[in-house]
């Protein structure tokens, strides 16, 4: 080896591996140069920015507290029986006459007219109890019989109970009545001054009244319609499916009557339904080929 060779070989040692000629760098491995395009495209790439949240709006139905004064209210669809409508028009026109009992002898022409209001009151009530398991005819004879002595709550309290019972005979449970009809009159004349109570709650708490006299009561003595209910009523609602389903009593179908009958009609139903039970719908044997309704009155189908 001459003395150049080993001065080139010993430079070369010392400039380690890879070393090059002056001013030549090192090439870029695999590696570095992936690392320097992904610095390359995040130098190059927007900024993302954090998504805002979108809100959802949610609407509830407020209380009428939170709703405002010119917000309407929800509409409720209400039930209502098929063809009662037409029903009701052809027993209006059965009953345009009004030449049924009801019509002359019911309670509105019981008492005495002319006499003054406190008074008159008491004798509504008087009949309605009366009335109660008795013919309209049976009940206007004995308010005759009354009136004649003088019908207040004083006269009342003033006889006996012997002359009271053949005074009333011969109303249904007339003995029951005259205990009752003392009580009552009692009781008016000590907590109410002798006139009648003007709710349905407190009229039914008199001994022998209840809800149907305290409803026809409020409507006849205090000309406020409280209520709908009688036993005709009962009976001929049952017949034209005018309820939602059967009824058992005369309280538990005013109840379902007045869920969807219109409340003008409420005094007009008790009369006009009493006097088409007593002439054309009876209790027993009714004269379906009589009525307008037959054709659409449920019952009259299977009969």
Request: hydrophobic share 35%; aromatic share 4%; glycine share 8%.
């Amino acid at each position: 080896m001459t003395a150049l060779s080993a001065r080139m070989l010993t430079r070369s040692r010392s400039l380690g591996p890879g070393a090059g000629p002056r001013g030549c760098r090192e090439e870029p491995g695999p590696l570095r140069r992936r690392e320097a395009a992904a610095e390359a495209r995040k130098s190059h790439s927007p900024v993302k920015r954090p998504r805002k949240a979108q809100r959802l709006r949610v609407a509830y139905e407020g209380s009428d507290s939170e709703k405002g004064e010119g917000a309407e209210p929800l509409k409720v669809p209400v039930w209502e029986p098929q063809d009662w409508q037409q029903q009701l028009v052809n027993i209006r026109a059965m009953r345009n006459k009004k030449d049924a009992p009801v019509d002359h002898l019911g309670t509105e022409h019981c008492y005495d007219s002319s006499a003054p209001p406190k008074v008159r009151r008491y004798q509504v009530l008087l009949s309605l109890m009366l009335s109660s398991q008795t013919k309209d005819q049976v009940t206007a004879g004995a308010m005759q019989r009354l009136r004649a002595r003088g019908l207040t709550v004083d006269s009342i309290l003033q006889t006996d109970d012997a002359t009271l019972g053949k005074l009333i005979y011969p109303v249904g449970f007339w003995r029951s009545k005259v205990k009752y009809i003392k009580q009552t009159s009692a009781i008016l004349q000590q907590h109410y001054g002798g006139d009648i109570p003007a709710s349905v709650a407190e009229l039914v708490a008199l001994p022998g009244v209840g809800p149907k006299m305290a409803h026809l009561a409020m409507a006849v003595a205090w000309g406020t319609v409280s209520g709908i209910v009688d036993t005709h009523v009962h009976r001929i609602a049952n017949r034209l499916r005018w309820t939602k389903k059967a009824t058992k009593s005369p309280e538990e179908t005013r109840a379902a009557l007045e869920e969807w009958l219109p409340r003008e009609l409420w005094h007009e139903i008790n009369g006009l339904l009493v006097g088409f039970g007593q002439q054309t719908c009876l209790p027993v044997h009714p004269r379906c080929h009589a009525c307008l309704n037959q054709a659409l009155c449920p019952a009259a189908q299977g009969l």
